[in-house]
Structure formats: structure tokens, C-alpha cells
């Protein structure tokens, strides 16, 4: 630890800390541009001038005669920083006035406006007019550095924050500076964009409007989005996200800094990835058999030919989940052992517990298995070398990981606790000794493989809690159409063990319902679901869960197992 | 309620009603002297309307109308201020990139791909264009919105220009935003050739 003085106050900052971290835990901003935790230090933008000095051991404070790049400065103990001075203020002032000698100012169609750091630090530090008595340089917007990227050149503050990052986090260095002084330009080579699986990245990374996503562009003004914290489901890394939201549309999804899970990035699959939740094709009702429909008295309203009865129309759930709980209630007192619970790994802990818990207490003979875990490939590790192997352990920065959910560990928690041995849905249909089948599926893409969907065959009862329709939902006899993870909140054990929590942004489409909706009205608990209730109720029912006893997880999450392996972002 | 006593602010007291004013018979007296006076004056007030119309200030706050550059093209940028302003959210735009291939249209990044009024729903404020940066959006003198149904009266961005070509043609301009020109402060930066080109020209926009 150093004791540091940032204007007149005292603060201990880490001895490993630039300028910049230490007024940061002082509570005082020094504006800057080029320099981001997670990259190399450059110094080039000039915005985080300040003025340095030190305390001499006879305690008497000299200040350096230059301003320094707080970027650059390395503190130690008896640092005096100094961010409130005139002199700083004005190479503050100068620094962007020369940041925008050349800056178009077309914040009304820019889609940084509103989130862009030269708009906010001109309205902190700058100066209001400019004294430029020329034309501005006016250059050809490049929409051709990424499939999802495109380069407004002259909003571009030259910070080199995204040159920096395809060199040391994506290793694949497409992107580079050309040319010199006031020509200087972002560029690709010919014919090699950036279109690295971390691209999007830079698009974050960017300071100002010049690199924008074209899934994006035009799409919303950012000061309309809604941000909700939440957990990446495309693969167990588990990212930190924001989910960005308007009128219960997701438009896009941005990395949240995580120094446990993944550092400050997030991947272009899981960033784009999220475009299900808003398919057509999604289940938006539920639906039971005519045979179950006229159990539940409503045969009456079924007048449709296509086979699918008419519910209640204003509570079609109401219906469907007695119908539900009697069936499962019938299958069980006929075979216990022959009824199966098929809880997929896209489950958050929660709704894990819920269905496990609940269906344990009608029978203990009931078997739980863990659903389809899906792998694709193997995991790809950034920064990739120069001619795009996969770095030493050591050097890893970013890992994408093949196993394409987000939760297998805290499910398998669950299953372990419950059931004592794991099984997975492979192995239960290979038994082909099931007589019912309740599936959970919540899964982003097609799950119900061939083998399964054999091996389920034509069961006495088959229920399907999904988002897709499927060849098992084609046949079911009951499907609870249900949430992806933009929809509900819940838990996710990542591949390390860490639980983060995530929070619901947006509602379901049409009648569907949040998973945890679904198993709190199915095993009819009192009350409404409460992640954060249900969290205290596991973290004491499941040892291995303890951890998420204390309900509120925190931005960063907390974690349940011992780590296995390093971790590797 | 618990008022600060200024310096600066002079308070006066409620004057005090005498026995005369209590009796309220002389205000009657002098409310019905004025009406009769009114009614032998010879002077009428009634406005014939609408076989006369009235003559409606340039100021007014009427429908509105979504002004055209000098190449006929859709001035608005969509930059979402107005619906950003809108106290009474009636204002609807969804944007897109302009068509890049088409030369008529290759100075402009941003334009407005649906632009939706809900004329029922608008409180006439004038914030719109108060917040837009281009004068692309206005509120004209026409005063008589009618019409069968009320979606007949969601406008959209044809019924917005027409409302343009009609009111500029007739030479019923507004008079708040320079008339579709853009406002003094982009003159000045033009003729001192300095600052920013003006945002709606060029080729950022």
C-alpha cells in the first residue's frame, strides 16, 4: 500500500497504480482517453495531464515542474497528485480543444451521443468555443473494417485503444494506424477486416463514435436504453453483461467489467447471440392435448380444428398448470421411478431447485437427470499468436468456451444434492425405463437430438417447459412455454464456480412465462418468486451452495466451489 | 406553506371591505351598466367563422410540418431530440442509414425511415422544434385539424411534407425557425467561416 494525496485528500492506493487508479479511489476523475485497464499504456491522447509531486522525508511536498500523463505515472508512497489546479485545467481545456479541431460535432446522428466521452469531458473540462479558422478535414467513413464494424473516420480521437486491443487481447492485429499527424486514420489491410471472434469489442473500447456496430447503427438512441445486469448464456465463461432494453426489446447486449469472470470483454457470439429472444418462432402460449383440455373443463371453448383447445382466455395458465400438477401427481402414484425430470443446463439455480425440490417431495424415487450439456468445438483462447495459434496457459486473456451453456455446474449441484449420483438425459433414455418425461429446455438453438428424441418414444405423459418448439413439444402433451435469460432472474454457476446473479430486462412474448413463475405456481409455494429469497432458502437447504446465502450476489458474484483449475480469462 | 420574506418583493395587504362593498349591489349595478353598454355600442365581436376565417398569428402553434432541403430531400436527420423533447411522447421516428448507393442522398449517414406525429396526442408545446438542431421539424398556423377517424390523424412522414409543400407554397411559413432556413447562429458561423458546418449539410450529416 502507498499513501497517496489526490487534492488534499489521503487515500491508500496500490502501490501498482497509475495516477489514474489512485484518484479513482480518492473519488476524483482524471479524464482520459487512450489509456483502459486492460490495455497497454500509451500516453498519446494528453488528457489525463496532471501535476505530480512528492513528499520529501522532511515532509515538505514538491511538485514536478511539468504536467505528467497520470496514465503513465507510476505512484509511491508520498505521491501528491494534484487534478484541480489552473494549469491543469487548462491543458485539460487545450487537449480537447485540439481533440476537436477535427471533429465533425454531428452528435445528433452519432450513436456514441450520449455515452461518448468527448461529448462528457467537454462538458467538464472543456471550453466551449473553438478558435479554428479552417475548414475541418472531412474523410470517407470505412465501412468496410468489420462485418459488424464500421469506422465514422473523422469522429476519431486517435486513442488507439482498438489497434491496441486487436494486438494484445485478440491477437490478430487487423487494425492499424496509417499515416501521420493530422492524416493519421484507422485502417485495416486490404482485404483482411476485422471480423475476430472479440471484434465487437472495439466498439465498446472507442472512446467516441468513430467504430460503431452496424447491428446497432441507427437503431436506438442510447439515453432511451434500459440496462438490466445479467450473465452471458452463450457459453460457461459466464461474461457480465448489460442487457440494453427499450419498450421490452433487447437491442444490444455490452460486455460489464468482472475481474472473476471474464475480465472486460465478451465475445461476438454471445454479443450478437442474443437475437432468439426476440424469434418469431418462439413459443408464446401454452398449450395441452384436446384429451387434458377437457379434463380441465374447457373442451367447451375448443372449437379450433387444428387440434390445439382453446384455454381460458384470460388465464390460460391457470388451466394448464392444475392440469399440470394432477398429471405429474397421476404419473408419479403410477410409477415413481419411471418418471423423469429432465432439467437443462440453461436453468438458472433457482429453477433448478424449484423443480427439484418440488417434484423430490412428491416422491423421492423420482429420478432427475441433467439435460443435453452442449459442446461445440473446442475452447478458443485469445490472444491468438501471429499465425492465429492459441497462446501459452500462461498468456491467455480471453478463452471462449466450447461447453454452450451457462450453467451445467450449478444444475449438477443441484442434481448431486438431490439425487446423489449424476445422470445425464443420454444415459436415462438409453435405459429406456421412463414411462414420463418432464424436459426443461430454455436452450438458444435445437437440442432435442436424434437419440432423445427415439428414446422418449411415445411416453404415458410427456410435458415440455421450452422456448422453441421441438419434435418432443410437437408431441407433448403438455408445454409450458417459458423464458430465455434476457426474462428472468436467477443464478449461473460458471465453469469456475462463480454464481453471479442476473437480472430480467425484458418480459416474454405473448402468454409465456418466466421459468420461475412456472415451478413457484406448479408446486404451489406461496408467494412470488424471489431470486434473491430462494437464494437464502438453497444457500442453507445445499451445502455446497452456501455461498449464495446471502442473497444479494453483487456486481461481481460470489463463488460456491473450489476452483478446480487457474483461472483463465 | 411557509413563504420567505424578500427585500426585493413588496407585500400588499387585502384591502379591507366596508359596510358599501358588503352589500355587493353596486358591483351588480356596475357589472350589468357595462353589458348594456355593450349590447347598444353597435360594435359586434362575433366572429363568422368559418365563413370568415381568422386572420391566425405566424406564431401560432399548429400542425405540424417537416420541412424539405433545398434538394427536396427529408430535412430531418433523425437524431430523436424531438421525441426526446416531447412532453406528451406523440412523436415516433425509427431511423436507418441513408441509402448509400443513391447519389442524391450520398452526403447524408442518418435519415428518418418512418416519422409519426399523433396530432390527438400533441400538446402543440412547440418543444420539437425548439430541440431540433436542423430545423427540420416546425409547427405551422394551420389551425383546423379535422377528420373522420383517429387514425386519420396519426401523421406520417408524407402527410408531414405535404404539409410542408402546402404551407410553404401558400406562403403561411412559420416565423420561430427562420422559415426552414437554418437559424442565425449557423449564419453567423458561415459567414465567419467558422465552427462546425451545420449539422443537416456536409458529409457527416
Known sequence: MAKVIVNDIEVDADAKDNCILAARKAGVEIPHYCWHEALSVVASCRMCLVEVGETKPDGTVVMGPKLVPGCQTPIKDGTVIRTNSDKVKTAQQMTLELLLLNHPLDCSICDQAGECYLQDYTYKYGNAASRLDEPKLQRMDKYHIGEQIALFTDRCVMCTRCVRFTREISGTAELQVTNRGSHEEIDVFPDTPCDNKLAGNVVDLCPVGALCSKDFLYKKRVWWLKSANSVCTGCSTGCSIHVDQNEDKVYRLRPRDNPLAQGHFMCDEGRFGFKYIHDERRLRKPKLTDALAVDAGTASKSAKPNGTADLNFAEPWLDVLTVTRNKIKEAIKTDARGFVAVLSPFMSVEEAYLLASYLKSLDKKVRLVLGRVPVVGSDDKYPKGSKGEAPAPDKIKFTIRSEKCPNRLGVEMILRHFEGDLVTVEQAVARADATAWYFVGGYNVGWVTDPIDRGVGKPSLLIVQDIFASPLSERADIVLASSTFAERDGTYVNHTGLAQAACGAVRCPGDARADGRILMELAERKGLYNAMTLRKEIGKAIPGLAAIAVGDLGEHGVKVTPVREPILF | ?205
Open chain 2, 1 to 205: 406553506m411557509t413563504t420567505k420574506k424578500s427585500k426585493t418583493v413588496k407585500w400588499g395587504e387585502e384591502p379591507k371591505i366596508g359596510w358599501w362593498e358588503a352589500m355587493y349591489l353596486p358591483a351588480i349595478a356596475g357589472g350589468l351598466a357595462t353589458a348594456i353598454k355593450h349590447a347598444f355600442s353597435g360594435r359586434t365581436t362575433t366572429r363568422q367563422y368559418p365563413d370568415v376565417e381568422p386572420e391566425i398569428p405566424p406564431n401560432y402553434r399548429g400542425v405540424h410540418r417537416l420541412n424539405r432541403d433545398e434538394e427536396g430531400r427529408v430535412k430531418c436527420v433523425a437524431c430523436y431530440m424531438c421525441q426526446t423533447a416531447c412532453p406528451a411522447n406523440c412523436i415516433e421516428i425509427i431511423a436507418a442509414p441513408a441509402p448509400k448507393d443513391d447519389p442524391h442522398w450520398k452526403d447524408r449517414d442518418k435519415f428518418p425511415q418512418t416519422f409519426t406525429i399523433d396530432e390527438l396526442r400533441c400538446i402543440y408545446c412547440g418543444m420539437c422544434e425548439e430541440a431540433c438542431p436542423v430545423d427540420a421539424i416546425e409547427l405551422t398556423s394551420v389551425y383546423d385539424l379535422t377528420g373522420y377517424t383517429r387514425k386519420e390523424l396519426i401523421f406520417d412522414k408524407e402527410k408531414l411534407l405535404s404539409v410542408f409543400d402546402e404551407t410553404s407554397t401558400a406562403g403561411k411559413d412559420p416565423v420561430r425557425t427562420n422559415r426552414g432556413a437554418l437559424g442565425p447562429a449557423s449564419v453567423e458561423a458561415a459567414t465567419a467561416s467558422q465552427g462546425p458546418p451545420p449539422p443537416g449539410r456536409g458529409s457527416h450529416g
